[in-house]
């Protein structure tokens, strides 16, 4: 499910997938945790499920070692979602705990899923991995 790289990234950035999310997808390490949210973000949209594995901190709520069915879930997840956009309202950057916060514009089979949350990321050897995040009325 992977886009043309000259088409819009799904992070809804307005720039191309080659030069925003996708070289994160690749390996590349984001500078940031508001770099790792729209990723993270594309990812989803994408059906990168090793991705966001990868991104999570082990202390998620929702972390699990089970790594097969974690995939088949973000993976159905993925499928039924359509991803209509990403509004970021909120960035607060520091060096080792950061904070995003997001409005996720989604339609679930049909029905919309959206939501707004404050998501908190670590520093974690140099890699940017989401902990947790709070939803906001």
């Not at 929702?62 to 209509?84: M, Q, R």
Request: proline share 7%; aromatic share 14%; glycine share 6%.
């Amino acid at each position: 499910m992977n886009p043309q790289p000259e088409k819009n990234c799904p992070c809804h950035s307005g720039q191309p997938y080659n030069s925003c999310c996708e070289p994160f997808h690749k390996g590349k390490s984001p500078e940031n945790a508001l770099q790792l949210m729209r990723s993270r973000y594309s990812a989803y949209a994408l059906g990168l499920a090793d991705y966001i594995i990868q991104t999570t901190h082990p202390s998620n709520p929702n972390y699990t070692h089970n790594f097969g069915e974690w995939t088949a879930n973000i993976l159905i997840f993925s499928k039924e979602t359509d991803f209509k956009d990403l509004k970021i309202l909120d960035f607060e950057d520091n060096p080792t705990i950061s904070y995003v916060t997001f409005q996720a514009i989604l339609t679930n089979k049909g029905l919309d899923s959206g939501f707004t949350e404050k998501s908190r990321f670590i520093k974690n050897k140099g890699q940017w991995l989401y902990v947790d995040g709070k939803f906001i009325k």
